[in-house]
């Protein structure tokens, strides 16, 4: 954000400031929240919250959410603020700059902010008054965008296209169970298409690789796709795909001194069956 654009600095209410429209970065109650409420605690709100003036004395979020729901959490009812005049596609711009940077982001946050920025920029019109330093030639919104945060104009929409995933899905891609490029091809599902497959997923307990991926799209975009096919895509087998027995670690435990762990109990486990082996071995030598 540019200097010119701020109004000023002045201590603001927790009650006050909002959460940004649409803000696609998750807040979550979880350790590192812990520790930042500790730190407030004990050394103040270092970084000020940046918000900008919505009306009614009320101000929207632009970078600080993390921090503020921290700040409550700590029962701290006025925080710093830097108070900059935006309209509505800057401010994006803006929330969208300053959590980028963030050490770990979820595709699904990526995926939204990617979209909002790319959406905000096209309002302003930027498609068409920014050139490339290097070239001198014009640059299409997700390429400018993709050189702002390091990535390809493709990766760039390959992010976006996850928002077209219906939420349950996208939390698998979240939490790594289906990777990028297989998801980017099971967006161009229709929704219902999409039910099916989680309803199938998990049914059967497993997830599209990208070669079944890639065969659901193609018969969904000619009408062919429906649950039976689905369910017939899951099953087949993968090219990695191996068979493989799995134990419950409760299941195990009362057969072993409680000192033991997991690896421990892996280790005795296949030297009993090694020497079970052996003495079968033995016994059919001695016939």
Not at 3 to 9: D, E, G, I, P, S
Not at 228 to 257: G, M
Request: aromatic share 6%; hydrophobic share 35%.
């Amino acid at each position: 954000m540019n200097n010119k654009n701020t109004v000023r600095a002045m201590p603001l209410p927790t009650q006050k400031l909002r959460p940004f429209e649409g803000h696609p970065f998750q807040v979550k109650d979880d350790a590192e929240m812990e520790q930042l409420v500790f730190s407030i605690l004990t050394q103040g709100l270092l970084t000020p919250i940046t918000a900008r003036p919505i009306g009614n004395d009320e101000y929207e979020v632009i970078s600080g959410h993390r921090r503020l729901h921290a700040c409550k959490k700590a029962g701290i009812e006025t925080v710093p603020a830097l108070i900059y005049a935006l309209d509505r596609d800057a401010a994006t711009i803006a929330m969208v700059d300053s959590n980028l940077h963030r050490e770990k982001i979820l595709p699904s946050e990526k995926a939204y902010a990617y979209k909002l920025k790319m959406e905000a920029m096209s309002r302003q019109g930027q498609r068409t008054d920014l050139t490339s330093t290097q070239v001198g030639r014009k640059l299409e919104t997700a390429e400018i965008i993709g050189e702002q945060s390091g990535e390809s104009k493709n990766q760039v929409r390959r992010y976006i296209r996850l928002t077209e995933l219906i939420p349950e899905i996208l939390q698998k891609v979240d939490e790594g169970k289906i990777a990028l490029t297989p998801a980017v091809e099971l967006s161009y599902l229709t929704k219902q298409e999409q039910c099916d497959l989680l309803e199938t997923m998990e049914s059967e307990d497993c997830t599209p690789s990208l070669s079944q991926a890639i065969q659901m799209k193609k018969l969904s975009q000619s009408g062919e796709l429906d649950i039976d096919r689905i369910f017939d895509i899951l099953r087949e087998p993968k090219a990695n795909q191996i068979d493989k027995i799995s134990f419950r670690t409760e299941d195990l435990r009362k057969f072993f001194p409680k000192s033991y762990s997991a690896a421990r109990i892996q280790e005795t486990i296949l030297k009993l069956l090694t020497d079970y082996y052996r003495k079968r071995q033995r016994s059919r030598e001695e016939r």
